[in-house]
């Protein structure tokens, strides 16, 4: 892959975006066709089709729960096989629950609004409430699809349960003594991290990995940053889409109360804050969509980019360890073969996950720079044509409001 | 009642010279050739008596005329009294027409899409008939005017007509839609930064200037700016100077350009001596900007952060637009005061403007008194053009209200926006940094750049949007409350002249049980108390 390339002229080579496109192999193919959205749960149907032997039917659905998925990438993450591999983040909690206050406070509120008004802030809070929607059902989406394209990953025995399974897979959302756990675990995990990347013994012999490791954390750490800001941005510019409408609304009354010359402009003058706030409303989206995701997505990956470094550098560490207990055994001549087994496997392990983490980090970033090129093109372009279309809202309304003079 | 000492000779002087004005005009229109310049004169007469663009002052001009010419004595409440009263100066129209300069928004269209409101300037139809039928009553209720004189005032009638059609009357509270226009180089807010919204002189000339021409014999050009803040002295003494400086190529000013500094508690000072000559006849004086002391403690104390910045920048801009307001009203720009602000290096302090003195605990006790009696004043409103305006008033004043809080919650949401745009820039421009696949380093880096230009313009779009549209929604939603003030005026006043017509009543009874009874002398008494309190009828009705 040619770095110095223009990132936007083509490049050759297999692109792994995050919106996945399938790859020659069609073998499985996973999508959620359907999702239903009751008060406090989502339910996904999983939708399969195959020619794989394994699977009893060609294509079949079974529904599945956000805890579920949950369930299945922490199989993942637990099994040992799976350590020299990237796995997939999982997806995020749906949360409807802040559109779903504002619509609260909608219902209850406000007597001074206008019906008119009303209705169209409704509606806004409504759309945003659908494409939150939407996106925790593509985010699920691409965590299977991920796992459905690894080579490797897709061959799991739960994978295949996760699919086919008809009934309720019956797993339970972590008690709070899990949720606890989970959280002690992370932070000795830390702790070891850090006591391992910081061991004087432990020389990277590996400069390829040595180089990565910096990258990562760092990249780590930006993209975190980037992401937190883009969700502000975003933010803040859907409030001053939305901030038009009771300007259009006070305006037209003013229009209409009055029956004077400058009525008629004041109501052209709402109609165009009426068609601003439509035009920004989808730049916020827009800039929601393809940024503020992207950069949210990456934030998780090179999060797991980072655990597949640290499970690497925790077997060298075994590696390591088990050569000294070795030598030491050499020294004493006691249970050297058992040593010396140890030793052995914990090489191999060692190889093993190097080799297959070399991998994976190039994947990884081939699919990274995919995948921002891919979503900054389209981000830009939607951008020029929102831009291109305020524009001429705004110079036909400034003429039209120039006839009337 | 000290117009009935106010020397009759006083009252003769001032009718005589305006029956001399009046009768040059006429004679002006009648021998000034073509019907044109007939209608012109006609008109520019009409304006004389028509004065401010508030409706009643016609009433209160004929009554006045009426009064000046029946029984001789003069209201005192002409300031000018030795001389032709103000009845003789153009009136206001009012109805200028500004449009915010398209190139300004050409130039910007391409870049941050302002959003530039032209509005227009509203002629009303006013009730013509009102005012002449409303004129003919008080004359019947008059004292008697010489019969010679109902004829020169039926013809006064129809010019009214005439000059009710021509001249839009109650302009000043509608939009005079004011052209504030940033100059091009708007530059974000640092500690000197001015955005400039000016009104451009020419705009106005264009209309009834020539009509203007005429009455005043000079152009009425006049162009007013105030720059400049810059702080005096120390600590909590410190205080703002702002220099104003004027243009002017009127006569009635000594030189053509001329800047004096002013301190915020000067402005306050002369809207305080303005309201207390015209607000009870009725003019609608333009009102001061807010005192706020949070805000002037923040620069007292000499923080140099850009809220005190922008504070600063608010305040010039509103005391510029003010002052522009102020000399718009032709009756106010001849005012000694406004002339005497403008011109002279020293001015007395305003000592009475001050937030914490005792003229400002007066003045706040005076407003809690006026707030009650308004609300025990029940005014038997007989003038259904003014019900319906008082109506019209109040709706206007809430949807402004309305439109003024949904423009500022805007113009905060923006600025946000543009706050967080930077600092996304500043994150992605790191992230290129950090990025080692080159291309795509560059690629951020170059949205980084993009996005911090994106900032600098909704940098700008929020001052476009505060300084063009928030602050001349919240001007006329104070001047409105100006016009309120003036309608309270009025419904004072009515009460006033209820109450002497009451007392009136009463004297008259009192008189005739005397007569009955025989007594003389008590006879002589009353008549002499009678005497006191028909003038002060006729005053208050004047003033009504």
């Known amino acids: 892959m040619d770095d110095s390339q223009d990132l936007f002229v083509g490049e050759d080579g297999r692109p792994r975006s995050v919106t996945v496109d399938l790859y020659n192999d069609s073998s499985l193919q996973v999508e959620i066709s359907d999702a239903v959205s009751e008060r406090d749960k989502v339910k996904f149907t999983v939708h399969t089709k195959t020619n794989l032997a394994h699977f009893k039917k060609p294509e079949f659905s079974v529904v599945r729960q956000h805890e579920e998925f949950i369930w299945l990438h922490d199989t993942y993450l637990e099994n040992e096989d799976y350590a020299g591999i990237i796995i997939p983040p999982a997806p995020p909690r749906p949360d409807f629950e802040a559109?779903?206050?504002?619509?609260?406070?909608?219902?209850?509120?406000?007597g001074s609004m206008t019906r008119e008004e009303f209705a169209k802030m409704k509606q806004e809070l409504e759309a945003e409430y659908l494409a939150i929607f939407k996106k925790t059902v593509a985010m699920h989406e691409v965590f299977l699809q991920r796992l459905a394209m690894h080579p490797i990953l897709r061959r799991d025995h739960n994978f295949y349960v996760f699919l086919e399974y008809d009934q309720d897979l019956s797993v339970r959302g972590k008690n709070k003594k899990e949720i606890f756990g989970g959280f002690l675990k992370n932070i000795v995990k830390s702790a070891d991290e850090a006591l391992i990347t910081s061991?004087?013994?432990?020389?990277?012999?590996?400069?390829?990995?040595?180089?990565e490791r910096t990258f990562l954390l760092e990249y780590h750490t930006r993209v975190k940053d980037s992401s937190l800001k883009a969700d502000r941005l975003t933010r803040s510019h859907k409030n001053v889409a939305e901030d038009y409408i009771p300007i259009s609304s006070a305006l037209n009354v003013l229009g209409t109360q009055e029956s004077s010359a400058i009525s008629r402009s004041f109501i052209k003058l709402a109609e165009l804050f009426e068609k601003l706030r439509k035009v920004e409303g989808r730049v916020a989206s827009d800039e929601d969509l393809k940024l503020s995701d992207l950069l949210r997505y990456y934030m998780r990956d090179s999060q797991a980019a980072k655990d597949l470094l640290y499970r690497r550098a925790r077997s060298l560490a075994d590696y390591e360890n088990a050569n000294k207990v070795l030598d030491k055994a050499r020294m004493k001549n006691k249970d050297v073969k058992q040593a010396e087994n140890h030793q052995l496997?914990?090489?191999?392990?060692?190889?093993?996950?190097?080799?297959?983490?070399?991998?994976?980090l190039i994947d990884f970033k081939v699919r990274r720079v995919a995948a921002f090129r891919k979503n900054l093109i389209e981000l830009t372009e939607l951008e020029l044509k929102h831009?291109?279309?305020?524009?001429?809202?705004?110079?036909?309304?400034?003429?039209?409001?120039?006839?009337?003079? | 009642m000290t117009y009935e000492r106010g020397s009759s000779c006083d009252a003769c002087a001032s009718v005589t010279a305006a029956l001399s004005s009046l009768a040059w005009l006429m004679l002006q229109a009648v021998a000034g050739g073509g019907r044109f310049r007939c209608l012109h004169s006609v008109v520019s007469l009409?304006?004389?008596?028509?004065?401010?663009?508030?409706?009643?002052?016609?009433?209160?001009?004929?009554?006045?005329?009426?009064?000046v010419l029946g029984d001789g004595?003069?209201?005192?409440?002409?300031?000018?009294?030795?001389?032709a009263p103000d009845w003789t100066q153009a009136g206001w129209t009012g109805g200028g027409r500004f449009t915010a300069r398209s190139a300004h928004t050409a130039s910007n269209a391409a870049s941050g899409d302002p959003v530039v409101v032209e509005r227009r300037p509203l002629r009303s139809s006013p009730s013509s008939p009102e005012p002449a039928s409303l004129h003919a009553e008080d004359i019947s209720t008059s004292n008697g005017p010489k019969p010679a004189e109902i004829s020169l005032e039926d013809d006064r009638e129809d010019l009214f007509a005439e000059a009710t059609e021509e001249v839009s009357l109650d302009s000043p509270e509608r939009e005079p839609i004011l052209s504030d226009e940033p100059s091009p180089a708007i530059t974000p807010v640092t500690p000197t930064a001015l955005v400039t919204p000016r009104i451009d002189p020419v705009m106005f000339e264009r209309c009834k200037e020539e009509l203007e021409e005429e009455a005043n014999g000079d152009s009425f050009d006049i162009d007013i700016s105030v720059s400049d803040p810059e702080k005096v002295g120390e600590g909590m003494n410190a205080y703002m100077a702002y220099k104003v400086t004027t243009k002017t190529s009127l006569s009635i000013f000594n030189k053509k350009e001329f800047s004096v500094k002013r301190r915020f508690s000067d402005f306050l000072g002369l809207h305080s001596k303005l309201a207390s000559k015209y607000m009870h006849i009725g003019y609608i004086v333009p009102p001061a900007p807010e005192k706020s002391i949070v805000g002037m403690t923040k620069v007292k104390v000499g923080k140099e952060d850009p809220s005190s910045a922008e504070f600063v920048e608010k305040r010039r801009s509103a005391l510029e637009r003010y002052l522009e307001r102020t000399v718009k009203h032709p009756t106010l720009l001849q005012d000694p005061d406004v002339q005497q602000f403008l011109e002279s290096s020293e001015l007395p302090r305003a000592v009475s403007t001050q937030a914490l003195s005792g003229a400002g605990i007066l003045r706040m006790v005076n407003k809690a008194a006026d707030a009650v009696n308004k609300m025990t004043i029940k005014m038997n409103e007989s003038d259904a053009w003014f019900e319906e305006k008082q109506q019209q008033f109040e709706n206007l004043d809430q949807q402004l209200r309305k439109l003024h809080t949904s423009v500022e919650t805007l113009v905060c949401h923006r600025k946000e926006l543009s706050v967080n745009t930077a600092a996304f820039a500043k994150s992605a421009a790191m992230l290129g940094n950090s990025e080692d696949h080159t291309a795509l380093s560059r690629a951020l880096s170059q949205l980084a750049e993009v996005e911090e230009k994106i900032d600098q313009l909704h940098q700008e779009q929020a001052y476009a949007d505060f300084y063009l549209f928030s602050e001349l929604l919240s001007d006329y939603v104070r001047l409105i409350t100006a016009v309120k003030g003036v309608f309270d005026q009025r419904m004072k006043t009515w009460q006033k002249w209820q109450d002497a017509q009451a007392m009136l009543q009463k004297k008259l009874e009192a008189e005739a049980k005397l007569q009955y009874a025989n007594k003389p002398d008590k006879l002589q008494q009353a008549k002499d108390e009678i005497r006191e309190a028909s003038p002060g009828v006729s005053v208050c009705k004047d003033e009504k």
């Open chain 1, 99 to 110: 559109s779903r206050e504002k619509l609260q406070k909608l219902g209850e509120g406000d």
């Open chain 1, 199 to 211: 061991m004087s013994g432990l020389k990277e012999v590996d400069d390829f990995f040595d180089h």
């Open chain 1, 345 to 360: 496997v914990c090489c191999q392990r060692f190889e093993k996950l190097s080799d297959s983490a070399k991998q994976e």
């Open chain 1, 387 to 405: 831009a291109k279309a305020s524009l001429l809202l705004l110079r036909n309304c400034l003429v039209s409001l120039k006839m009337d003079h």
């Open chain 2, 46 to 67: 009409g304006w004389l008596l028509v004065a401010s663009g508030v409706p009643w002052s016609i009433v209160t001009r004929a009554t006045a005329v009426a009064r």
């Open chain 2, 73 to 83: 004595s003069l209201p005192a409440l002409y300031p000018a009294a030795a001389t």
